[in-house]
């Protein structure tokens, strides 16, 4: 049984996008270097100058590491911190999409290309224009269309910009005023270019009133994971500082999400990063906590386990701190 046991023993792992590809699962998850670094609210413990690929015929069989696909040397536009990513397939090619911090320190969302869901992937010279922040998730619809949604508050600078323009001055709002809502943009064909300006992706309370700033229990923070079950689109995200994964729900891609609850509790950890992906007719939740170092934040491994959603369409909720 591998389920919520660390998925990579040699390298430490994190913020895994978990996809099935040629029926079997791919994992890209961003890697922490093995240092000791001071911890901070700007993420500077997070250096991150790679990425692996790691491939799992199965659910019941450790995963394969396909290697190192991209490196920050081989990113243009990229200066350091190559955070969370995550990777779609469009007609037969491979769209690795990723963080970084550009050459003035901003952090924006590329773009990599390869033929071959275990990599390795080519990096656009430039990052996808109109794009900012961290955690991207690229989303292929039903219909053939494919969105990405991105955002991360403090480190991550979501909290900085406001209709799509950034200013040091802009802070995360606090108490009843609206909270920073994760964004969510069309792609155009090529997948190397939006479409359009990125919206607000707007998570309300069943009476359909914005989350507030001080909601902290509710509100999101990072890590967008948006998917499709049936007729109804799923975003889930974690909650930074109250340590949740929760999600909300939508008949429309852009929403507005209703809230529906947390489904995973507190990890080992300052806070966890996830996906959520079917297989097999069953459904899997990856994410990350700190088992392997004993609780340092920036020396993570991956895991998963089964999800289970109820009759209603809600998901049944997850103990985080078990092993």
Known sequence: MIERKPLVNDLYTADPSAHVFNGKIYIYPSHDEDIDVESNDNGDQYGMVDYHVYEMP???TLPRDCGCVLSLKDVPWASKQLWAPDCAEKDGKYYFVFPARDKQGMFRIGMAKGDSPAGPFTAEPDYIKGTY??????FPDTDGKYYLTFGGLWGGQLDQYRNNKWSADNKEPKGNEPACMPKIALMKDSLTELSEEPRDLVIVDSKGKPLTGGDEVRR?????????????????????????????????????????????????????HHSILEFNGKWYLFYHDCERSGGINQKRNVKFCSLTFEPDGSIRPIDGSLK
């Open 58 to 60: 199965d659910a019941e």
């Open 133 to 138: 922040s961290i955690d991207p998730c690229l």
């Open 220 to 272: 999101y923070f990072e890590d967008p994971w948006l998917f499709k079950r049936g007729d109804t689109y799923y975003f889930s995200y974690s909650t930074g500082t109250t340590h949740l994964l929760c999600y909300a729900t939508s008949k429309n891609v852009y929403g507005p999400y209703t809230y529906g609850g947390a489904f995973l509790t507190p990890v080992l950890g300052w806070t966890t």
